[in-house]
């Protein structure tokens, strides 16, 4: 390892633009003529539009136009769309209700887009939005998606009975229900998921430029995934083919999967500088971001987790009601079916699982992927029921864990997964040291001196990252392939440009791709730039969410850096004459082998390209891509122990202790990789003690500023400690896992888990408010 | 935001001229409820009249344990001040854990309570230290001045110019605060007479804002201690039931409240 190759804790190449001020995000764009948009949004859940008018409007100062759902249909934009078909277990089709960019007809949750207002200034479009017009017929509205799937409730979509999207299975029902009649003891519970907003620091952004010289569109945006961005406006919501389109996420604070769909405004600012002549900008305020981000979770669940005479799972049976919102968002269909269902046998060994999805329509804003989709909701749903059949079978949880354990790899689970690596219990070991598990007695009666309530939970998570062989994914709904594309370009003297299609927004890949440059070639780090998020500057990609970049993204940086290494090698084994099977890359240096020969990296890289003196046949130059498909997901796993105090006379709960024992294989860089995690136990700390969105019964958004969204501040937070473990992935060519969600995905259950040991009681549902803590505390006395 | 015009009052006498020649003027003392809910849209004042600049509306005043606080003193400004602190620890310890350190900067003792939010936490003080508000036209008692829900007894254009208490024997203010906005959920400012008076003011748990309860102070009057709260019923029926916290569980924070002030004091 060289200082800036692997392993090493590199300081984050691109910290010195953030902490400057000199990032440069979509709204910091700016371009000669450009306008600005504000949008006219539906005041209520459920409406039909009789009638706009935008005459006052339209006259007012600075008003360049004022453009509606007609005139988008008129042109031919389409629909947005989801792009995971999800067959109902009748074998139906799911039901895509129709999702206009601009509702024509019917509005169906507050916030959904009705007009575009663009002007000279923010100011005067926002006095212009509020001058339009529109007739609404208010239709009555469901927002609770229990209640939505009953007979005679408000109906969102035609083509959805009950507000049914689909009604889907995974796993053998007989068998679970075998295994059930015949446990020696069967846990039941009822889960809830809370409803998350997902408040990435930067709102979103787009602005839209089209240019009638060339008819072409540039399309700024808040992206994690521009050239995903690209194909769906392209291919289904007819914007502009690609060769016309270019999409360029700048840089993005934060996305958290909030970032990865195509919302109406990049489709209509685009569409809106084509019919003004104008660039026009739009920027989402804070009260726009609650409204309108796609939010994550809401699952309301049941589970029956059967055991056998000796402690053992013999089935696990799931029933599950997910909250899709209004409308389908473009990864929707897959977060409560195959990121979540396939990851119910956890870290276990577990014979029969069947699990039934069923997705529904309500007035709310689409609920999609947020930080770990569909796996938080899995490992919430088994370690809490874990948690609670240890308590009623008299076991510690540590034991009934150790019991029920994977112990060897592959691993076929009835829910599709293969595992292919892992040591559950060494997480489990190192996670229980660090928290001096064996210490806690003593820190709850010292704890119960002082007044307070102490408690200790754990949970025990894997997840599958590194989003997929795209073959698998394809047979199971995806619309896309999920691999990822690298070109690695060696300039003239040496330097190196890496194009990636992995898009970075707060995860640090311009160092740690150059990390994996600088080691494989020996160069220093600043040599090394990493461009990404640009269509017209990056080949192709497929973007960054489910922990992928490290494990596809890079590997596709690997497979292009074998080929520069191949062709280098040959350069240098030319002018050194020598065979190129002798020729070894050390420290910036080709050398022969057992020889004090050598070309320096910039020397081998000027002959690539003056081209005076290459091998016969050798084309000059040295830039090499590369697709990587991954072989397989990717399973981090690790064990995490939560200890709480518990103020019994106020309900309040202190985090006194976060330990969290994860196994990412190998790790490029453990400072970011440290931070991926703190960052993730937050949200996870966030979701299990204060978040919570919220509409009333109208389906108006009463959680829709921070005075009411609690989020999770540093005063909430404990310090943590963190370690990692490492079973290298064999699936990819870096042996890495993924490390960007499991913090978010393995520390909800450890906190309830804890609150529940500390006031004993184990009904208690997240947000785990104080006022929540403290009446169950009051019924458990 | 909508336009509004902003002008800055060099005196008492220049800032109710302003406010007369304006359409719909509103006076700005620190703004930090004002200007975000201006830039929400959800007030559109023609003029904003800004006091917090006019040198009479100033400073802090310590004569033995009487004390005067000008309206437009910043919260950074009463928590840190050693007069104060010497004599009413307890407002220094209010004002010093109000909103963050920005708001403590640009917030104002007057501007807080003449908005007069049902979650703010010195009109508990005022009414537990039996202050009189003072305005360039008359003084108020503070059990006259807090009226309702960001309601209060000032008549059109009238300004607050100070506050005025003595301090008291003992006191303490605790509050629980909102998880989301930091506001009191439940805030409780105790405090004891040298003849054994006590007044307890509560804020944040009122469904019609900040209140004195008789039966806990009467407790305290008769026991000066925390757990002479413990068996005093508070009502829930006037409480406040909200997103965040039921009219049952602000009733119980404002008994522990006022324990674990009495416990402080």
């Known amino acids: 390892m060289g200082v800036d190759g692997i392993g090493a804790r590199v300081a984050r190449k691109e910290d010195r633009r953030f902490l400057t001020g000199k990032g440069r995000y979509t709204d910091d764009m700016s371009v000669p003529g450009m306008k600005y948009a504000v949008f006219v949004r539906s005041p209520h859940a459920h409406a039909t539009i009789a009638g706009i008018d935008a005459t006052a409007a339209r006259a007012m100062p600075g008003v360049i136009d004022v453009l509606d759902g007609r005139q988008l249909l008129a042109d031919g934009i389409g629909n947005l769309i989801c792009g995971w078909m999800i067959h109902s277990k009748d074998g139906s089709p799911m039901k895509m209700g129709a999702w206009r960019p601009l509702a024509d007809k019917t509005v169906r949750y507050v916030g959904d887009a009705v007009a575009i207002v663009v002007a000279d200034s923010v100011a005067e479009a926002r006095d212009a939005a509020e001058a339009v017009v529109v007739d609404y017929d208010p239709l009555p509205a469901v927002t609770d998606p229990v209640q939505a799937l009953a007979d005679g409730q408000p109906q969102l979509h035609p083509e959805a009975s009950n507000n049914l999207v689909f009604d889907w299975e995974l796993g053998d029902g007989a068998a679970v229900d075998r295994a059930l009649a015949a446990a020696a003891h069967v846990t039941e519970l009822k889960i809830f998921n809370n409803r998350l907003s997902p408040n990435p620091m930067e709102p979103r952004a787009t602005l839209g430029i089209y240019d009638a010289g060339d008819e072409h569109y540039t399309c700024y945006t808040t992206s994690q995934n521009p050239h995903l961005a690209r194909l769906v406006m392209s291919a289904f919501y007819n914007v502009a083919p690609e060769n016309k389109l270019r999409v360029i996420a700048p840089d993005v604070g934060g996305g958290f999967g909030s970032k990865i769909y195509i919302y109406p405004e990049e489709i209509v600012c685009l569409w809106a500088s084509k019919r003004t002549g104008v660039p026009v900008k739009w920027t989402s305020d804070r009260t726009e971001a609650f409204l309108t981000d796609a939010h994550g979770r809401d699952h309301v669940s049941t589970v029956k987790m059967a055991f056998d005479a000796g402690n053992r799972i013999t089935a696990l049976k799931v029933d599950t009601i997910a909250n899709l919102g209004a409308y389908m968002s473009l990864f929707s269909s897959c977060v409560p079916t195959y990121l979540y269902a396939t990851l119910l046998s956890g870290q276990y060994d577990i014979p029969a699982i069947h699990a039934n999805v069923r997705t529904v329509y309500t007035n709310t804003v689409p609920v999609d992927a947020y930080r770990g989709a569909g796996r938080p909701e899995a490992t919430y749903l088994l370690e809490r029921t874990m948690e609670t059949a240890a308590r009623e079978l008299g076991l510690s949880p540590a034991e009934l864990r150790r019991t029920n354990f994977i112990r060897s790899f592959p691993h076929q689970t009835p829910v599709i997964m293969n595992y292919d690596a892992g040591d559950y219990e060494a997480s489990l070991n190192a996670a229980m040291a660090a928290a001096d598990w064996n210490g806690f007695a003593a820190r709850k009666a010292e704890a119960e001196g002082r007044g307070m309530k102490r408690g200790i939970g754990m949970s025990c998570y894997i997840e599958a990252c590194g989003l997929a062989p795209s073959a698998a994914v394809g047979s199971l709904g995806a619309g896309v392939g999920l691999w990822e594309s690298a070109e690695v370009k060696v300039n003239m003297v040496g330097t190196i440009e890496v194009m990636t299609g992995s898009h970075s927004h707060g995860q640090g890949h311009e160092t740690t791709f150059a990390q994996l440059v600088a080691d494989r070639l020996g160069l220093p780090i600043d040599s090394i730039n990493i461009v990404h998020g640009d269509t017209d500057k990056v080949q192709m990609g497929m973007g960054t969410y489910g922990s992928r970049s490290g494990a596809v993204g890079m590997s596709a940086v690997a497979k292009a850096l074998d080929k520069v290494e191949a062709k280098a090698k040959k350069i240098a084994a030319h002018l050194m004459e020598a065979d190129e099977s002798d020729i070894v890359i050390e420290d910036g240096v080709l050398k022969v082998a057992g020889t004090d020969k050598s070309v320096p990296w910039f020397q081998m890289a000027l002959a690539a390209y003056t081209a005076h003196n290459l091998p016969p046949g050798l084309e000059p130059g040295l830039k090499e891509s590369a697709f990587y498909d991954p072989a397989n997901f990717t399973f981090p796993a690790g064990c995490y122990i939560c200890e709480v105090e518990v103020d019994p006379e106020t309900g309040r709960t202190k985090v006194v202790q976060f330990v969290a024992a994860d196994d990412f294989g190998n790790i490029i860089n453990p400072m970011i990789v440290e931070g991926q995690v703190h960052g993730g136990i937050a949200q996870g700390i966030g979701q299990a003690l204060l978040e919570g969105v919220r509409y009333d019964d109208s389906g108006q958004l009463l959680t829709a500023s921070y005075l009411d969204y609690a989020m999770p501040r540093a005063d909430d937070l404990p310090s943590f400690v963190v370690s990692t473990s490492n079973t290298p992935c064999p699936n990819n060519p870096l042996g890495v896992k993924g490390c960007g969600e499991a913090g978010a995905i393995g520390s909800p259950p450890a906190l309830i888990n804890a609150i529940t040991d500390a006031i004993g009681n184990n009904q208690l549902t997240m947000p785990a408010t104080a006022e929540k803590v403290w009446a169950a505390a009051q019924a458990a006395n | ?265």
């Open chain 2, 1 to 265: 935001m909508y336009q509004t015009n902003y002008h800055r009052a060099a005196s008492i006498q220049e800032a109710v001229q302003m406010m007369g020649a304006a359409t719909e003027g509103k006076y700005l003392s620190g703004g930090m409820t004002l200007i975000p809910t201006m830039r929400l849209r959800l007030a559109a004042p023609s003029d904003l009249v800004d006091l917090r600049r006019i040198a009479e509306l100033k400073g802090i005043a310590v004569d033995g344990r009487s004390v005067r606080i000008g309206a437009a003193t910043t919260h950074e400004e009463v928590a840190t001040s050693s007069a104060l602190r010497a004599i009413c620890p307890s407002i220094c310890g209010l004002a010093g854990h109000i909103g963050d350190p920005a708001v403590r900067h640009m917030g104002t003792i007057g501007g807080s309570i003449a908005n007069n939010d049902p979650a703010a936490d010195y009109p508990a003080a005022m009414l537990a230290l039996d202050a009189v508000i003072v305005t360039d036209r008359r003084e108020i008692k503070a059990a006259a001045f807090f009226t309702g829900l960001f309601e209060t007894a000032l008549e059109e254009g009238e300004i607050i110019t100070a506050v005025r208490f003595d301090a008291p024997a003992k006191a303490a203010y605790q509050k629980f605060p909102n998880p989301a906005s930091r506001y009191a959920m439940a805030g409780v400012f105790v405090a004891r007479r040298d003849n054994g008076d006590v007044r307890v003011g509560v804020t944040g748990a009122g469904s019609s804002g900040v209140f004195r309860h008789p039966g806990l102070e009467a407790a305290l009057s008769a026991n000066w201690s925390p757990d002479a709260v413990a068996n005093v019923t508070v009502d829930a029926s006037d409480l406040l039931t909200d997103l965040h916290a039921s009219a049952a569980y602000r009733a119980n924070l404002v008994r522990v409240m006022t324990k674990r002030a009495v416990a402080a004091a």
